[in-house]
């Protein structure tokens, strides 16, 4: 005999789709819930009216469970969507290796939140990246937010490629402070423009207590109100961050994190420097340690391809500062981060 969960979980395409799972089926606990997601996972729950749908994201990066933590609770607490629901859980596979939520990625395996652009590859990430995209015209889902935690202990913020009402309600579920970015690297809110509103919550660290909290409050609304892309659901103000810039380090150079400077060639930035998420920074304020060159470790480029590092960064005597006033975010302490995606990000202070 096929038991139910056999039956439910059946695999279209890349995705595992499960309909209306049901309490005693996903288990107790998150973990208990992400070992019972067969692989990447389609959750489909029908909502009071199902002639309309909106879409979740999460688990893109395997290390970031305060998405599937607020999906699990939605679940665990049979809460009735106002209209149906797909979830979309894509990186089970990264995130079921011992101990659970370690790996962003599968080792070699390319990031998949850098996969939702033309031209299109044909690695795993690559044809998952599209499965997702062919599901989302499929059902046409009047918006979609896909759910993060930052990498570092960091404030919760969203993010958003498209500066609009819609995309404002979007993120005030769920957070006050909103990062509008020109940057395209590939990422799933990208199709905003094309598809449908689209943003990406960073829900703050995995450390920080109040991520999961702050993604389950927020999911709880998303899927409940009659209305989440009109801002009459709020009365909370953005505070908004505008084109921010990447700092990367440079092929050659390495990074670490420390008091003092670490590595002869190359990067170390203070081991507190997650502190200044969202807080501001100026000339006063050491950041790190660069032995050699600046310009031969560090880059900030705008998006023109142009080089802007000395606009915001001096080295005095091996000691890094800001040039000028600045707010930095996604500042992150691993190293691996760091080294394959950025520093930080920055904005100028207003
Ligand atoms: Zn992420």
């Known amino acids: 005999m096929i038991s139910m969960e056999q039956s439910t979980q059946a695999q279209f395409g890349k995705f595992y789709y499960w309909e209306n799972p049901q309490p005693d089926a996903i288990g107790r606990t998150v973990i208990e819930f992400l070992k019972r997601l ?3 996972t389609h959750i489909h729950v029908t909502g009071a009216d199902s002639s309309r749908c909106r879409a979740v994201a999460t688990l893109l990066h395997g290390n970031e469970p305060s998405g599937l933590q607020a999906v699990f609770e939605a679940l665990r607490q ?20 011992a101990p659970g939520f370690i790996y962003r990625m599968l080792p070699h395996q390319k990031d998949l939140n850098r996969c939702f652009r033309e031209p299109f590859g044909d690695s795993e990430q690559d044809l998952l990246a599209q499965d997702l995209l062919q599901r989302l015209k499929k059902y046409n889902p009047e918006c979609v937010i896909d759910i993060h935690n930052t990498s570092g202990s960091s404030p919760s913020f969203g993010v958003t490629t498209f500066m609009d009402e819609r995309h404002d309600a979007l993120a005030s579920l769920f957070t006050h402070r909103m990062i509008v970015t020109d940057l395209l690297l590939g990422s799933l809110m990208e199709i905003s423009e094309a598809m449908m509103p689209t943003v990406t919550i960073e829900c703050g660290g995995v450390e920080d207590t109040e991520s999961s909290l702050m993604a389950t409050e927020g999911l709880l609304k998303y899927i409940t109100y009659a209305d989440v892309l009109s801002i009459k659901h709020t009365d909370m103000s953005l505070e908004f961050f505008h084109k921010p810039l990447r700092v990367e380090l440079l092929d050659g150079s390495d990074i670490a994190y420390g008091d003092h400077s670490l590595i002869d060639d190359g990067v170390t930035l203070l081991a507190d420097i997650e502190h200044h998420n969202f807080g501001y920074v100026g000339p006063d304020n050491r950041l790190g340690f660069v032995s050699g060159d600046l310009a031969a470790n560090l ?17 005095e005597e091996g000691e890094l500062y800001p040039t000028r006033r600045l707010k930095l975010f996604m500042v992150t302490t691993n190293p691996e981060i760091a080294r394959k995606d950025c520093l930080f990000y920055l904005v100028e202070a207003a």
């Open 78 to 97: 049979r809460i009735t969507p106002i209209v149906d629901i797909h979830y979309f859980i894509p990186s089970v596979d990264a995130a079921r290796q």
């Open 299 to 315: 880059t900030v480029m705008d998006i023109h391809g142009k080089e802007k590092l000395f606009d915001y960064f001096v080295l």
């Open 38 to 40: 067969p692989g990447p």
